[in-house]
């Protein structure tokens, strides 16, 4: 039974840290941060539906995501926040589940990180985890 493991804690608190010493332990790390990122990339699924719910003006010429006018959007309105989230974490999820089902299926990983801050908000995820890491800071 591989051991998978779920890193999880607040904004600034040292995950990504604890992440690159699991990565460079050789360790796979499934980074939810990343995937959010590629979520919303030029031409995915997630930055479709985002555009749906938000118009066309949170997109550069270019079509890619325009982050900062999406982030004056959604900190200014928690209903916004919500919609976001409600188009973009069943495809974080979803990708992170195949993420962790490659390692541990397909490569066989003995040890493979979840690297999500919303661990136990989400419900899902910590489902797959063996063992916990909470990374705090009294600062």
Do not use: W
Request: net charge positive; glycine share 6%.
């Amino acid at each position: 039974m591989p051991c998978v493991i779920g890193l999880t804690g607040s904004i600034a608190t040292g995950k990504s840290s604890a992440s690159n010493v699991f990565r460079s332990c050789s360790v796979p790390v499934v980074d939810a941060d990343e995937i959010a990122k590629a979520v919303l990339g030029k031409g995915t699924l997630g930055l479709f539906l985002v555009r749906l719910n938000f118009g066309r003006e949170i997109l550069k010429e270019d079509g890619s995501l325009d982050r900062d006018k999406l982030g004056e959007m959604i900190f200014a309105d928690p209903r916004k926040r919500s919609k976001l989230n409600m188009c973009t974490h069943p495809l974080i999820i979803l990708e992170m589940i195949r993420q962790l089902f490659v390692a541990v299926f397909v490569k066989m990983e003995p040890i493979v990180v979840l690297d999500t801050p919303l661990l136990y908000e989400t419900k899902l995820l910590v489902r797959f985890c063996t063992t916990t890491l909470v990374i705090a800071c009294s600062e």
